[in-house]
């Protein structure tokens, strides 16, 4: 069986690039089809693998504004010539799934969601546009809608990483799909005895991802907070920040783990489709303080009382005073969270089951045809 792996690019490791890391350990000989890869970006598990590239990498300024490129994505993964492979898997939150492959391979799409910043989240990308902006994306993001509902169909099984993104999916491409969350390497993290005096927040620095709800509240609070990230909205944020909150930049993978198991809790004020982060630091032992939307709902189990005080806190409406009082209800709390329980809870993403339950519907997929 000849199996290719499609991925929207390859410019860094993140969540996305976690999963297809995982595929690459279950298909080994597998070849990866990309619209952009720049060497020494991504783990070496993926770039021991024959790779492929689109010929979009040799546009002007590619490696640093690729994602202006966005209305050429769909045209560009259609190029890739897949007519030898019997299986296609692709890892998608873009284009990847729009590949075409030959009619008798399976085309299976682990989706990390349908695009948001041309479905229900343009606003919170391309809301303050200008008004000549707004004139130049309109067109473009409404051709890019018709585009991505009318490729699903070259999709035969849908895998979701959440419930969220499988509701997203009904939505967006009235079609069903199983779901299997992304893969967690547990083992990386370790629970401590001692807690240091700060809350944690780990995050790009993009608008969704309500970073300035976390300062505001914050500052109203006086409590130490620890941001790891970077970003386009870094100078605003910064500006926005008082003498308890600390900007520590990127850190190296391997400073992570002390991070997460040191904080009082993680701050997770966003709305993600799964979120990576909270399951990390649940590995370390620690509860999370999230507003109560998203893939968080699947991977954090919410404070009842001392007998069942769960892994986290939700709060409801997205404004900084609902966190703040969160953090609050939290601090009366605290003591009620057990750090061995809150891992034991978090060995439930682990990756080996991310294998195991990914390669038993492989195994379903190939031995049927057609849609779920």
Same mark, same amino acid.
């Given at each position: ?10 410019? @860094?490791?993140? @969540?996305? &690039?976690?999963? $297809? ?7 080994? &000989? ?33 490696? !640093? ?12 993964i259609e190029q890739f010539n897949l007519e030898?492979?019997?299986?296609? =898997? ?14 008798e391979a399976v085309h299976i799409s682990y989706?990390?969601?349908?695009? !948001? +910043? ?15 902006? #707004? ?9 890019? #809608? ?17 419930? +969220?993104?499988?509701?997203?999916? !009904?939505?967006? +491409? ?10 967690? &390497?547990?083992? !990386? ?21 309500? =970073? ?16 790891? @990230?970077? @970003?386009?909205?870094e100078k605003r944020l910064k500006v926005m ?88 209800? +939290? ?20 990756? #080996? ?18 849609? $779920?």
């Amino acid at each position: 069986m000849k199996v290719a792996l499609i991925h929207d690019w390859l410019t @860094g490791m993140r @969540g996305g &690039e976690r999963c $297809l890391e995982q595929l690459c350990l279950m298909f080994p &000989e597998a070849d990866i089809y990309t619209l952009f890869h720049f060497p020494g970006t991504v783990s070496p598990i993926i770039e021991s693998h024959p790779l492929h590239h689109s010929h979009l990498q040799k546009f002007p300024f590619a490696k !640093r504004h690729y994602r202006r490129y966005l209305p050429f994505f769909p045209h560009a993964i259609e190029q890739f010539n897949l007519e030898n492979y019997d299986l296609v =898997i692709s890892t998608s939150h873009c284009v990847a799934k729009g590949i075409i492959p030959n009619p008798e391979a399976v085309h299976i799409s682990y989706c990390f969601t349908p695009m !948001r +910043y041309i479905w229900d989240r343009r606003f919170d990308y391309f809301g303050e546009a200008g008004r000549v902006k #707004r004139a130049v994306i309109s067109p473009v993001l409404h051709y890019l #809608r018709i585009w991505d509902a009318a490729s699903n169909r070259r999709v035969a099984h849908f895998i979701a990483i959440s419930n +969220y993104v499988k509701k997203r999916i !009904r939505a967006y +491409y009235a079609r069903d799909a199983a779901v299997v969350y992304p893969p967690v &390497e547990v083992n !990386r993290f370790r629970t401590e005895q001692n807690i240091d005096d700060y809350y944690l927040l780990v995050s790009a620095f993009a608008p969704y991802k309500r =970073i300035d709800q976390a300062i505001a509240a914050f500052n109203r609070l006086g409590r130490r907070l620890l941001i790891v @990230g970077s @970003g386009q909205e870094e100078k605003r944020l910064k500006v926005m920040a008082g003498r308890s909150i600390e900007f520590s930049g990127w850190v190296p993978d391997a400073q992570l783990p002390a991070l997460y198991a040191g904080c009082r809790a993680l701050i997770f004020p966003g709305v993600e489709d799964f979120g990576l982060v909270p399951v990390e630091v649940q590995a370390a032992g620690r509860p999370v303080i999230a507003y109560g939307r998203g893939g968080v709902l699947e991977s954090v189990v919410p404070y009842e009382n001392s007998q069942n005080p769960g892994t986290g806190i939700f709060y409801h409406e997205a404004t900084p005073d609902a966190l703040a009082m969160a953090v609050k209800a +939290y601090e009366k709390v605290q003591d009620h969270f057990d750090a061995e329980k809150i891992r034991t809870h978090a060995m439930k993403f682990d990756a #080996r089951h991310f294998s195991e339950a990914f390669h038993e519907l492989v195994a379903q997929y190939m031995g049927g045809a057609g849609s $779920l």
